[in-house]
Structure formats: C-alpha cells, structure tokens
C-alpha cells in the first residue's frame, strides 16, 4: 500500500514562496509518475505539476509555469514543489498523488494514490 504524506503548507503574502514536499512509502513500481494537484473550495481538484521517474520529464499547467519547479528525489522517496512569485490565487489544498507508468492526460483519474493534502495560504 502506497502512502504520501504532504507537508510545507501554510500562510504567505503575494510574491513570496513555500516548498512542498511529500513523502512516500510502499512498492516504488506504482510511483513512476508523481504529481501535484490543488483544489480550492468550490472548484474541482486540479492538475498542477508533476515528473516522471528518472526526473527528466516534468509537465506544468499553464498557470504555474515559470513559477513552480517540482523535483524529485529517489533516494529520499520524496516529491517537492518549489512555488515563488505566489499569488492569491494559488490558495487551494495541495495534493501529492503516485501513478504507475507513464501519465499523458494528468486528470486526477489517471493517478492511483493520493495523500491528505496540505493548505496553502497567499494573503494578497
């Protein structure tokens, strides 16, 4: 059984920067590609990032483009997403989430296993 655990969460002004991470345990062969979604209330969860195994595929929604950075680190079992220039409109609940193989459509159906998720705040 996969397990992902998100933390870094929290309260930010625009403009400033948090790191996320997840840590993740159980069977590394359901963990090929690792990514970040978000869901702000009233909206429905949506793709934010994520990066295949070996780390040299990586894929961004336009909306965070040029301004997170996910990476990962094998070893450490843990995903991190590296978020400056942070806007209000970033605030949302963000989930780490694990699929095996290789994801073309990151929709949240396409991923198997999901942690808790961690709030993120930014004060305008």
């Known amino acids: 059984q996969v397990q992902l655990a998100e933390s870094g969460g929290g309260l930010v002004q625009a403009g400033g920067s948090l790191r996320l991470s997840c840590a993740a345990s159980g069977p590394t062969f359901v963990r090929d590609t690792m990514g970040w979604f978000r869901q702000a209330p009233g909206k429905e969860r949506e793709f934010v990032a994520a990066i295949s195994r070996s780390a040299g595929n990586t894929n961004y929604a336009d909306s965070v483009k040029d301004r997170f950075t996910i990476s990962r680190d094998n070893a450490k079992n843990t995903v991190y997403l590296q978020m400056n220039s942070l806007k209000p409109e970033d605030t949302a609940v963000y989930y780490c989430?694990?699929?095996?193989?290789?994801?073309?459509?990151?929709?949240?159906?396409?991923?198997?296993?999901w942690g808790q998720g961690t709030q993120v705040t930014v004060s305008s």
């Open positions: 989430a694990a699929a095996r193989g290789v994801v073309i459509n990151h929709q949240p159906y396409n991923y198997d296993y």
